[in-house]
């Protein structure tokens, strides 16, 4: 099973690597980190990572999984992304994104009239490209799973791990990562931080 | 404040990434990848990580974020992690581990009589080295921070930001994140896994 993990500059790393823990060591997966050439991407605060394949090579994968990042706008622009989308999904059993990684779906068409997450400062700006945007952490439609914000694509991964290999392989990779969250703080959802906090990062990530 | 996350071959991507998107975006930080070599480092399921500097040249740090990775007991053996654990820790306002990061500290004598965690399966191990284990998901003892298996890297790692840069920094954070964990599953502990499960994990991770 050929499990394609995007890259591009500016990603954000743990959009890609939770994702990436709990599908990546299944014994029936190949992973592919595949980029636009093969230089190392330097992700969102520098960590830089090695693409093993590139767009022009990779014509398929069984999972594909896009993740987000604070650059998405110029992703989306650049469009290279989007284009290889375009020609790799229809080949994927399952096509997933985490964050503003939806973006570049809806960019590819993917999300058209599709129930679809984002991160929550980037609802309105999925809307715009055409899903029907759901405020669950994570929502599968069909042969598409999408996640919320960054830390959501641990929770869209082992829901999809669920669906591919069943519930109790899932359990299994729950419990070797030891994902048994406790965060020490309540502000993780803009229904639990406070309106305050919830304005300042909406104006950080969104920019109004 | 310079962070350095430390690279190793075999080591799980995860348990480095959740500290560094936590800590790697503060304004204060420069982050630092440092591993034996310059060469790309191959963690554990193929993501290849490029390191920017070595145990040879960095010789201090104000953060040093040790990950875990299933050839614990390998890297133990090589000793090359410890040998620079014991240089630089004197140098560090905070040394953390996650998961079986924490016997890499145990054996550089960090740990010694303190109170520390680990991955739920290597409490056995951490204690053995002589460290007081605790079964906490995140132990703050002084300088020393230390969390649980692989997804406790976010914890441990929000917990230390609190404490570097106070609560409300560590809040924004979470929320910039959306660290909003609803687990798809309830086996990501021992005490809520099945002990069928506990047990055959058990024996994937310590071989017993």
Redesign the interface.
Known sequence: MDVA?VLYPDM???DL??P??VL??QPE?T?H?VAASLD?VRT???????P?TTFDVLDRADVIVVPGGAAWAEVLEEGVVAAWLRKVHPTATWTTSV?SGSTLLAQAGILDGRPATT??ALRDELAARGAVVSTD??VVDGSVVTG?????G??MA??LA?RIWG??R???T????????????R????E???AE??A??RG??VGS
């Open positions: 993990f954000t790393a743990l690597v939770g990436y823990e990546g060591h997966v992973a980190f190392p969102d605060a520098g960590l830089t990572i090695m093993t964050c991160h929550w952490r994570v919320a914000g960054v830390a959501a641990i929770d082992l829901t669920g519930d109790d899932a359990e299994f729950q419990l070797v990562i030891e994902y048994d969250p406790r965060p020490p703080y502000a993780g959802s803009p639990t931080a406070s906090l919830v300042f990062v950080v990530i």
